[in-house]
């Protein structure tokens, strides 16, 4: 069964700092893309950051250069590195493979940001 873990959110200032990570299971790892999508309310979720199997990353205009994506393959796991969070980064945060989410399978429960003075 495939099952993604997300952890790291929380509340932060705008400006602020987080860094979310997400553990993998029953998929190999290794040789998956993998994204980082975020749902805020009242919108559609959306794909801010990805990463392919060789580690080639890509980023949505929105995030591009404050946020940073990671993988390490030995830990099955993905990161984002949030940097100068701003209020329109709060939102549910989801990792998932990007194949998987293109077809709207194995999402985990997100980790919530919410950027706030």
């Known amino acids: 069964q495939v099952q993604f873990v997300e952890s790291g959110g929380g509340l932060v200032q705008p400006g602020g700092s987080l860094r979310l990570s997400c553990v993998a299971s029953?998929?190999?790892?290794?040789?998956?893309?993998m994204g980082w999508y975020r749902q805020a309310p009242g919108k559609q979720r959306e794909l801010v950051a990805g990463?392919?199997?060789?580690?080639?990353?890509q980023y949505s205009d929105s995030v591009k250069g404050r946020f940073t994506i990671s993988r390490d393959n030995a830990k099955n796991s993905v990161y984002l590195q949030m940097n100068s969070l701003k209020s329109e980064d709060t939102a549910v945060f989801y990792c998932?493979?990007?194949?998987?989410?293109?077809?709207?399978?194995?999402w985990g429960q997100g980790t919530q940001v919410r950027v706030s003075s």
């Open positions: 998932n493979n990007v194949a998987l989410a293109a077809i709207n399978k194995s």
């Open positions: 990463i392919s199997a060789s580690g080639r990353a």
């Open positions: 029953g998929i190999t790892f290794s040789a998956a893309a």
